[in-house]
């Protein structure tokens, strides 16, 4: 099966800007999300991309995909307390096949 | 914004036991799910299911283990006699379509086996 690899835990300071990485195994992936989980809730879709583009940007959010070295990373501008939560990356297969990550447990810093 | 819900924030049975998790999919979906997520692992999928039937199942979902849509609203996870290692996060997710379609999730079901 697929193998996702996030690493575990990234602390920023407030303000700053927050980098979650993310590698895969398999080169066929058709989208990948990030989905957010904060404590006690469930799993929030936060943006997506394309396999077939290379950057995306959503406001504070900059996805960035490198097909080539099944590479897959969020950027967090500004980063807020509020942003403390889990991040998952998601590549879907065959559109409707979702494998997550292990997750990255961002931590914000006041 | 339309959302899953998910019955009961957290249930709580004795081994052997059969529990019921619950769960709404947005109204205008086609597509449910359920995943888990055992505590400190990764999140698995269970089983997806699509005009009335099973359209996947991982090898998790076993016979103790059974989907129904009992009426136009309710999705719902049935675990027949718990075990121990049942104990863990369940989701229920809901797309609009098979492809191109993110998942929506509930906020889960929290199961404890004892």
């Known amino acids: 099966g697929e193998d996702v690899e996030q690493s575990l835990f990234l602390s920023v300071r407030e303000g700053d800007s927050s980098v979650i990485n993310c590698t895969y195994t398999d080169s066929s992936s058709t989208y990948l999300y990030w989905y957010k989980q904060e404590p006690g809730a469930g799993l929030q879709l936060l943006t997506y991309?394309?396999?077939?583009?290379d950057m995306k940007q959503d406001q504070r959010l900059t996805v960035l995909l490198n097909k080539k070295d099944k590479h897959l990373s969020l950027r967090i501008a500004d980063t807020q307390t509020g942003d403390s939560a889990i991040y998952f990356c998601v590549p879907v297969y065959n559109f409707n096949k979702f494998y997550f990550g292990s997750g990255t447990k961002l931590n914000v810093k006041p | 914004e339309p959302e899953v819900t998910q019955t009961p924030s957290h249930q709580v049975t004795q081994m052997g036991q059969e529990v019921i998790l619950r769960c709404v999919p947005i109204?205008?979906?086609?597509?449910f799910y359920w995943y888990r997520q055992i505590l400190g692992q990764k999140v698995e999928f269970l089983v997806s299911f699509y005009n009335n039937e099973i359209s996947e199942k991982s090898e998790i979902f076993d016979d103790q283990f059974s989907v129904e849509r009992p009426d136009g609203s309710n999705f719902t996870l049935k675990i027949r006699s718990t075990k121990l290692e049942d104990s863990a996060m369940y989701f229920c997710a809901s797309s609009e379509r098979r492809a191109d379609s993110p998942l929506h999730f509930g906020n889960g079901t929290r199961l404890t086996v004892t």
């Open positions: 109204s205008n979906h086609l597509y």
């Open positions: 991309i394309f396999s077939n583009m």
